[in-house]
């Protein structure tokens, strides 16, 4: 029985690491690289793995660093099932679709003539390898190797995994964190609360940071949007389509008469991000206690009077020529790419306008250098000066902090041993220190890293 860590070693995005157990390979997760300027370069190498020889996939989340290598993995040859959870099942095809048409579009305005990664009918074969697989519920997916998914409380649809590998006589139990969110996070119900395993495959996102409390986070939100309607421009936030901009969307719901969000025309222009409010919305039982009760009032989406869906090509365009008073919440999440980018083009060289940034920046891309304050930015080929103000709401963020994550990790006995994936070398470092504190034995991972289930002690009961 063999773990070896590929991808998200030493870095946040492109989680992928494989499982070895009686001749059989399961793969946890496969996600795409983002940030930095070879990030295009590492996703098309060969995998460090034959994908005709995987025998199964178990997806954690519908986040592109997740899953978005999936229809690659099946381009080169793989033909088995990709198991995750309902909601997450109900995601990806948006998710997938989207990554597929923005790499046509791409290789279309590439002069050197470069393939896209993937097509439209490697992502439809990939849908049809996906199998649902309920929450907390156990299941034999190879001989040796049994699964249970618990929830994350990342985004919708997100698990952490619940892995018991046999081999002879010996047995082991492994819990991969995936992508923890924080307690008491809007709409989502908390972080599975784990008791056992012999080993911990944990993410370290944050965990050299603390958030800025909730309410404190909502009150900034509150007083940034308060100033920018003194300045007279507009708000551009950029929002991961899944997670942030159904989050944002509930924050100005609970909050429009006191934000006085009434002189505002709200602009959510990402149709994945239309498409995702309402899976969200269709998957009730995935909601915290206070959502529940926000739902048994509305058939559809919690209400915005002043709410725009921004779908077409048309209607995003439209947005360009208001010039003060439009919220708009666009993707992609870190600037990268998608619909942001022209509002951000329209908007950064004027000094009332505001950039919100609400998420995790990889190293490399346009919101990274927004958060780092560069006084000048290239967007499409040209030089942008960086004028409006950014903000920077690290409160609202999807992943956990430190506390959140040592919180989650001691709730097992017997302080099991941990390995450190999905976070920047630094933060993963930080958080290894206190984790061993609180009694773990903490290894931050790197690629290639391999680890003998068998020659781990046995702790867990069950």
Same mark, same amino acid.
């Given at each position: 029985?063999?773990?070896?860590?590929?991808?998200?070693?030493?870095?946040?995005?492109?989680?992928?690491?494989?499982?070895?157990?009686?001749?059989?390979?399961?793969?946890?997760?496969?996600?795409?690289?983002?940030?930095?300027?070879?990030?295009?370069?590492?996703?098309?190498?060969?995998?460090?793995?034959? !994908?005709?020889?995987?025998?199964?996939?178990?997806?954690?989340?519908?986040?592109?660093?997740?899953?978005?290598?999936?229809?690659?993995? &099946?381009?080169?040859?793989?033909?088995?099932?990709?198991?995750?959870?309902?909601?997450? !099942?109900?995601?990806?095809?948006?998710?997938? @679709?989207?990554? %597929?048409?923005?790499?046509?579009?791409?290789?279309?305005?590439?002069?050197?003539?470069?393939?896209?990664?993937?097509?439209?009918?490697?992502?439809?074969?990939?849908?049809?390898?996906?199998?649902?697989?309920?929450?907390?519920?156990?299941?034999?997916?190879?001989?040796?190797?049994?699964?249970?998914?618990?929830?994350?409380?990342?985004?919708?649809?997100?698990?952490?995994?619940?892995?018991?590998?046999?081999?002879?006589?010996?047995? @082991?139990?492994?819990?991969?964190?995936?992508?923890?969110?924080?307690?008491?996070?809007?709409?989502?119900?908390?972080?599975?609360?784990?008791?056992?395993?012999?080993?911990?495959?944990?993410?370290?996102?944050?965990?050299?940071?603390?958030?800025?409390? @909730?309410?404190?986070?909502?009150?900034?939100?509150?007083?940034?949007?308060?100033?920018?309607?003194?300045?007279?421009?507009?708000?551009?936030?950029?929002?991961?389509?899944? $997670?942030?901009?159904?989050?944002?969307?509930?924050?100005?719901?609970?909050?429009?008469?006191?934000?006085?969000?009434?002189?505002?025309?709200?602009?959510?222009?990402?149709?994945? %991000?239309? %498409?995702?409010?309402?899976?969200?919305?269709?998957?009730?039982?995935?909601?915290?206690?206070?959502?529940?009760?926000?739902?048994?009032?509305?058939?559809?989406?919690?209400?915005?009077?002043?709410?725009?869906?921004?779908?077409?090509?048309?209607?995003?365009?439209?947005?360009?020529?208001?010039?003060?008073?439009?919220?708009?919440?666009?993707?992609?999440?870190?600037?990268?790419?998608?619909?942001?980018?022209?509002?951000?083009?329209?908007?950064?060289?004027?000094?009332?306008?505001?950039?919100?940034?609400? $998420?995790?920046?990889?190293?490399?891309?346009?919101?990274?250098?927004?958060?780092?304050?560069?006084?000048?930015?290239?967007?499409?080929?040209?030089?942008?000066?960086?004028?409006?103000?950014?903000?920077?709401?690290?409160?609202?963020? !999807?992943?956990?902090?430190?506390?959140?994550?040592?919180?989650?990790?001691?709730?097992?006995?017997?302080?099991?041993?941990?390995?450190?994936?999905?976070?920047?070398?630094?933060?993963?470092?930080?958080? %290894? &220190?206190?984790?061993?504190?609180? $009694?773990?034995? !903490?290894?931050?991972?790197?690629?290639?890293?391999?680890?003998?289930?068998?020659?781990?002690?046995?702790?867990?009961?069950?």
């Amino acid at each position: 029985m063999q773990l070896e860590f590929f991808g998200a070693a030493g870095e946040v995005t492109g989680s992928c690491h494989i499982l070895r157990v009686a001749g059989r390979e399961l793969l946890l997760d496969c996600g795409m690289i983002q940030g930095g300027h070879d990030a295009p370069a590492r996703n098309r190498l060969p995998f460090p793995f034959e !994908a005709a020889a995987i025998d199964a996939v178990v997806l954690s989340h519908a986040h592109i660093d997740h899953c978005g290598r999936l229809p690659l993995l &099946v381009k080169r040859g793989y033909r088995g099932p990709i198991y995750t959870n309902k909601a997450c !099942a109900d995601l990806v095809p948006i998710l997938l @679709r989207d990554s %597929a048409s923005l790499a046509l579009r791409d290789s279309q305005r590439n002069e050197e003539g470069i393939e896209p990664l993937y097509d439209l009918e490697n992502v439809e074969t990939t849908l049809r390898q996906i199998v649902p697989m309920p929450y907390d519920t156990q299941r034999e997916l190879l001989p040796g190797v049994v699964v249970r998914v618990r929830d994350a409380g990342h985004i919708l649809g997100s698990s952490s995994v619940e892995l018991w590998a046999s081999e002879g006589e010996t047995r @082991r139990k492994l819990v991969f964190s995936g992508d923890l969110g924080q307690y008491d996070t809007p709409i989502l119900q908390d972080p599975y609360k784990f008791e056992s395993a012999d080993l911990v495959l944990m993410e370290s996102t944050y965990g050299n940071r603390l958030h800025r409390g @909730r309410e404190d986070t909502e009150r900034e939100l509150g007083g940034i949007l308060a100033q920018a309607e003194r300045d007279g421009g507009n708000v551009i936030v950029p929002a991961f389509a899944i $997670g942030r901009s159904q989050e944002l969307l509930y924050l100005l719901a609970k909050h429009y008469g006191e934000w006085h969000l009434v002189r505002w025309k709200i602009f959510l222009d990402s149709p994945m %991000a239309i %498409a995702a409010s309402r899976v969200y919305w269709n998957n009730p039982d995935r909601f915290d206690e206070e959502t529940t009760r926000l739902r048994e009032n509305f058939r559809g989406m919690p209400p915005l009077p002043n709410l725009v869906l921004s779908e077409s090509s048309e209607d995003s365009r439209a947005i360009n020529h208001v010039r003060s008073g439009a919220l708009i919440i666009a993707g992609s999440g870190m600037a990268n790419g998608g619909r942001v980018l022209h509002h951000l083009k329209h908007n950064l060289e004027r000094p009332e306008c505001h950039v919100v940034i609400a $998420g995790f920046q990889a190293p490399g891309t346009l919101g990274r250098q927004l958060v780092d304050r560069q006084p000048e930015v290239r967007i499409h080929g040209q030089r942008v000066r960086c004028l409006a103000q950014v903000h920077t709401l690290g409160g609202l963020s !999807a992943h956990g902090d430190q506390d959140d994550l040592l919180r989650w990790y001691d709730s097992f006995a017997g302080r099991p041993p941990v390995y450190l994936v999905h976070g920047e070398v630094p933060s993963a470092e930080a958080l %290894a &220190v206190k984790l061993r504190e609180h $009694g773990a034995v !903490a290894t931050v991972s790197r690629p290639g890293l391999k680890i003998e289930l068998a020659d781990l002690r046995a702790i867990a009961r069950d």
